[in-house]
């Protein structure tokens, strides 16, 4: 008779966790618990596009600095002495900076983050990931150059000797308020641009007209009242920049006009995340 071998076990496999890829059930949905999970994915993103644009560059991130500070020299002999716009009682300068420190922040909302997922196609193709990551990077990028030209504003307020006052307090919630907006504006202009690659021809001209039509290089208050100055606020670049110059210079704004505009940027914001979501599923087909 044979002798009985006792055979070992098989070893025990934890399982880890699954993923599961569906097509998505509701267009309306956020997906904040997603974007959470992938909030180191969003840093790199963020520190990749800030590295990539200034690698190799002579000046590196004084380019961020330097570039609001040429616009001002050219808009102030333009506007401040030529033209004679009125500045709200503050060194033209000053006020044109404080102005296009966020407006720059839209900019590179439209510029960079309008055709982020068209130039993210290899990677959209092949690695499934939150497809929204990547106009949100393009736009938290902005942010950090937002930050790195409020030194140059603080310096240009220091030379003509203007201080904020105790309304600094809000910048925070300003920032918030100019990231909102221009997330909704690169989230649009992205989704647009995967299936109208006419959107990013559009996009510079888009951007030179949205500053000009916004109260940049002079103050919202020569604005006209009526049906053009109900048209102008509905711009979400006009609400933005008044709370900045208060936060930073004191200036009172319109508040009836800034609560239209925020209005906007919020309804800017969840539409284009709707739109967002209800088309992501063909991104991979058809960038």
Not at 32 to 57: I, N, S
Not at 104 to 122: D, E, K, N, Y
Not at 141 to 169: K, R, S, T
């Amino acid at each position: 008779m044979g002798q009985d071998v006792a055979v070992p076990a098989a070893p025990v496999v934890s399982a880890g966790p699954v993923i599961r890829i569906t097509s998505r059930q509701r267009w309306y949905g956020l997906g904040l618990a997603e974007l959470w999970a992938c909030r180191e994915l969003l840093g790199f993103l963020v520190w990749r596009d800030v590295k990539v644009r200034y690698k190799q560059t002579l000046l590196g991130v004084v380019w961020v600095g330097l570039q609001p500070l040429v616009a001002t020299v050219v808009f102030s002999l333009v506007f401040g002495r030529l033209a004679k716009l009125p500045s709200a009682g503050f060194s033209y300068p000053v006020f044109v900076l404080a102005g296009l420190i966020p407006w720059q922040l839209f900019s590179s909302a439209i510029t960079r983050g309008g055709p982020s997922l068209v130039g993210a196609a290899s990677v959209i193709t092949k690695v499934y990931f939150p497809r929204l990551l990547i106009p949100v990077s393009a736009v938290l990028g902005g942010v950090v150059d937002l930050l790195v030209a409020m030194v140059a504003l603080v310096g240009v307020m220091a030379w003509y000797g203007v201080a904020p006052g105790v309304q600094v307090w809000a910048l925070p919630l300003a920032l918030g308020y100019a990231v909102a907006g221009a997330a909704g504006i690169a989230v649009w202009l992205s989704a647009l641009n995967v299936y109208y690659r006419d959107v990013q021809q559009a996009l510079p001209f888009l951007a030179q007209v949205l500053m000009f039509v916004s109260p940049v290089a002079y103050s919202a208050d020569i604005v006209p009242a009526g049906t053009f100055r109900l048209l102008y606020t509905l711009n979400p670049v006009t609400g933005i920049v008044q709370i900045f110059r208060w936060t930073l210079l004191g200036i009172e704004p319109a508040w009836p006009m800034v609560g239209l505009s925020a209005t906007v940027c919020g309804v800017m914001l969840l539409s284009g995340v709707a739109l967002f979501h209800w088309t992501e599923d063909t991104f991979a087909d058809v960038v």
